[in-house]
């Protein structure tokens, strides 16, 4: 059974339609994410799931539950990081995280949950005083402390330099390591990209593909581009006989080609029996970003 099904999820607030027809399903052990610009639905999806909206209609499941009957079950299983959290500033990390543990069942030692994330050192810290980055590593323990099955992660960093984000995509990795599904909102291609096994692409509330990073890529093309300055004078007509090649042109001292399959070694092997060097050989290929523009019609934020 998935971890969550999400069938036909509708959500308005007045004349507005925030979710309109959204239906996944995320498998246990894996990350999920949730992309699309702001304003999508993304964040309204995850919060009916969490059982802080009710559905216009549709039907929700979370571990076999119902969001809302089933609400305080699901506190115990489900660890959630909100998009904008609001925690009391004087509060120390140590007093939050042994606070919440205090909420649930079966909570994780805080202690070391604070080596795990690298904050033992930061226990009698108050939490204004802490770093964005340090911040995001405490809203990540906070969403841990109760040993849950599930964690919802909303725009997780957010605000963060880019050091601290690739720092926190670690810990995320280490987490889902540990046997944690994670459900992950972002609007990030290249967070996206590094961390999720699966995608579901939502744009103006309905969901435009789900699949894999490469997956989503492939549906939008194969294309590879290969750019390079050969070592001797070379015709740009020598490789149109190529059935990987779709186009050639010369740009100034640089020859690019344009292909599909594996153009790369077609191209070095066509160049190694003509004897030419490729110099400043460098290989282009399509991305989440490109992948997500063909998909919804506008870049990404």
Same mark, same amino acid.
């Given at each position: 059974?998935?971890?969550?099904?999400?069938?036909h999820l509708h959500k308005r607030y007045g004349?507005? %339609?925030?979710?309109?027809?959204? !239906?996944?399903?995320?498998?246990?052990?894996? $990350? +999920?994410? $949730?992309?699309?610009?702001?304003?999508?639905?993304?964040?309204?999806?995850?919060?009916?799931?969490?059982?802080?909206?009710?559905?216009?209609?549709?039907?929700?499941? %979370?571990?076999?539950?119902?969001? &809302?009957?089933?609400?305080?079950?699901?506190?115990? &299983?489900?660890?959630?990081?909100?998009?904008?959290?609001?925690?009391?500033?004087?509060?120390? =990390?140590?007093?939050?995280?042994?606070?919440?543990?205090?909420?649930?069942?079966?909570?994780?030692?805080?202690?070391?949950?604070?080596? @795990?994330?690298?904050?033992?050192?930061?226990?009698? @810290?108050?939490?204004?005083?802490?770093?964005?980055?340090?911040?995001?590593?405490?809203?990540?323990?906070?969403?841990? =402390?109760? !040993?849950?099955?599930? *964690?919802?992660?909303?725009?997780?960093?957010?605000?963060?330099?880019?050091? *601290?984000?690739?720092?926190?995509?670690?810990?995320?990795?280490?987490? &889902?390591?540990?046997?944690?599904?994670?459900?992950?909102? @972002?609007? +990030?291609?290249?967070?996206?990209?590094?961390?999720?096994?699966? $995608?579901?692409?939502?744009?103006?509330?309905?969901? =435009?593909?789900?699949? !894999?990073? *490469?997956?989503?890529? *492939?549906?939008?093309?194969?294309?590879?581009?290969?750019? +390079?300055?050969?070592?001797?004078?070379?015709?740009?007509?020598? +490789?149109?006989?190529?059935?990987?090649?779709?186009?050639?042109?010369?740009?100034?001292? #640089?020859?690019?080609?344009?292909?599909?399959?594996?153009?790369? /070694?077609? %191209? @070095?092997?066509?160049?190694?029996?003509?004897?030419?060097?490729?110099?400043?050989? #460098? =290989?282009?290929?399509?991305?989440?970003?490109?992948?997500?523009?063909?998909?919804?019609? /506008?870049?990404?934020?």
């Amino acid at each position: 059974m998935p971890v969550i099904e999400v069938e036909h999820l509708h959500k308005r607030y007045g004349d507005k %339609v925030a979710v309109d027809d959204v !239906s996944f399903a995320v498998e246990r052990g894996e $990350i +999920f994410g $949730i992309l699309g610009p702001n304003g999508a639905g993304k964040t309204t999806t995850v919060e009916c799931l969490e059982g802080l909206r009710t559905p216009d209609g549709g039907e929700l499941s %979370v571990l076999g539950l119902d969001p &809302r009957r089933d609400r305080a079950e699901l506190r115990q &299983r489900v660890g959630v990081q909100l998009q904008e959290g609001r925690l009391q500033d004087k509060l120390r =990390v140590g007093e939050l995280l042994d606070l919440y543990a205090a909420f649930y069942r079966t909570p994780a030692d805080p202690g070391e949950l604070l080596a @795990t994330l690298g904050l033992t050192e930061h226990r009698n @810290t108050a939490y204004k005083k802490l770093s964005g980055g340090r911040q995001q590593r405490l809203s990540i323990a906070l969403a841990l =402390v109760g !040993s849950p099955e599930l *964690a919802l992660l909303d725009e997780l960093t957010t605000g963060l330099d880019p050091q *601290a984000r690739r720092d926190t995509w670690d810990l995320i990795e280490a987490v &889902r390591a540990q046997g944690v599904t994670i459900l992950l909102v @972002t609007h +990030f291609m290249e967070e996206a990209e590094r961390l999720c096994d699966r $995608i579901a692409v939502i744009d103006a509330g309905r969901v =435009v593909a789900v699949d !894999s990073p *490469a997956g989503l890529v *492939a549906r939008v093309t194969d294309e590879q581009v290969v750019r +390079f300055r050969p070592s001797a004078p070379l015709d740009p007509g020598v +490789f149109e006989a190529l059935p990987e090649v779709r186009s050639v042109e010369r740009q100034g001292e #640089r020859l690019v080609v344009r292909g599909g399959g594996n153009v790369l /070694h077609a %191209v @070095t092997s066509l160049l190694a029996r003509l004897g030419v060097i490729a110099g400043d050989l #460098r =290989v282009e290929q399509a991305g989440l970003d490109d992948a997500f523009v063909a998909l919804t019609g /506008h870049r990404p934020e």
